[in-house]
């Protein structure tokens, strides 16, 4: 009876499944780049910029193996640390190359946090070149101290909110630095009144006269960031930017030049004028979330969505049932189901 119930016991464990194996884990590596570009720049910005780099599974064992490289751009607030550390992106990363969403390659997240929160991965006469800094010194910095696939076929560039904005702009103004471009929920895709605007933000922006007086109100924090970015004074006004109002003797009044360069600054007002740049690229896509807390990120994907199609710019949009953040990372979020495959097509592996 002993033996016959070890016997059972023996055919039952060989038909339970198999446990399921651990994804073999890459790892993150924390570097500083010394930015010749920033050095100086006018609002005192730090030069010095940290860098995550994320190495997959076998690149230390393989010396001779070499990877493309996904640049990924963070949002407002957000920076390299939080997306690993918060955001989970290395262990995701794993399970995606252990589940083939994507061959294993190098994912590099610079840190654009600046005083007043993000860079907007612009170039800017107070805050000093960020988009030369994104495009050109990081990348040259990350071909030189990694194995990397180092050309433009093997270059990816995406980002969220914030990072998308600077995903498609430096899509745009960079032809030839990357193969494919994925924006998640970018923010300010077009002119919408409730980026230019924001009220009752603009009053305490207009009257404030140190960052102290800005931190309890995030849009007043992000509309001095746009205005370092998009319309800098140098040396003048208490943050070196022109606001797109001012506070004059009884209300806030229209800067109409601000407003213009602006909405210049935006990927819908860039678009005509750099089609050669986008019709390089082996793949643009965004997506946006349809319950966005940042009601102009719908409205304005959807036009831009629309104009690329008018100019005959290949590109895949997509919305989705999400607000600004609840589906971007985790097994079932936007980076891991489509980003991610998305990359894995346009990209060149080895």
């Not at 190098?106 to 840190?111: D, E, F, S």
């Not at 009884?250 to 990927?267: E, K, N, Y």
Request: aromatic content about 12%; glycine content about 8%.
């Amino acid at each position: 009876m002993l033996l016959f119930r070890l016997l059972l016991l023996l055919m039952l464990l060989w038909q339970l499944p198999a446990p399921a194996q651990t994804p073999a884990k890459g790892r993150v590596v924390v570097t500083y780049l010394d930015s010749k570009l920033l050095r100086g720049n006018p609002g005192g910005e730090n030069p010095r910029r940290r860098v995550s780099v994320y190495l997959p599974a076998g690149y230390d064992s393989d010396k001779a193996k070499r990877y493309p490289v996904l640049y990924y751009l963070h949002g407002f607030t957000w920076n390299d640390s939080l997306i690993f550390h918060a955001d989970g992106m290395a262990a995701l990363l794993d399970e995606a190359i252990a589940a083939g969403q994507i061959r294993p390659l190098l994912v590099v997240v610079p840190n654009e946090q600046t005083q007043f929160q993000g860079s907007f991965y612009a170039n800017s006469a107070t805050n000093g070149p960020w988009a030369d800094f994104t495009a050109r010194e990081l990348v040259s910095f990350i071909d030189k101290q990694y194995r990397t696939l180092a050309r433009p076929a093997s270059r990816g560039l995406a980002g969220h909110s914030m990072g998308g904005n600077g995903t498609l702009r430096l899509s745009m103004l960079f032809p030839g630095t990357y193969a494919a471009a994925y924006a998640l929920s970018p923010a300010f895709a077009a002119p919408h009144p409730e980026w230019m605007a924001a009220r009752p933000s603009q009053t305490l922006a207009s009257r404030a006269t140190t960052p102290a007086a800005l931190r309890q109100d995030f849009n007043a924090v992000r509309l001095v960031a746009c205005a370092r970015a998009f319309s800098p004074t140098p040396g003048k006004g208490a943050f070196g930017a022109a606001l797109p109002y001012a506070f004059g003797p009884d209300s806030l009044r229209h800067r109409d030049a601000v407003l213009a360069q602006w909405g210049a600054a935006s990927p819908l007002n860039l678009l005509p004028a750099h089609l050669v740049s986008l019709h390089q690229l082996r793949g643009l896509a965004f997506d946006w979330g349809e319950q966005d807390q940042f009601r102009h990120i719908p409205e304005t994907c959807r036009t831009l969505d629309t104009q690329l199609s008018a100019y005959g710019i290949p590109h895949a949009a997509e919305s989705y049932e999400g607000n600004h953040g609840n589906r971007i990372m985790g097994r079932e979020g936007r980076f891991y189901q489509k980003l991610l495959p998305f990359f894995n097509q346009r990209l060149q592996f080895e």
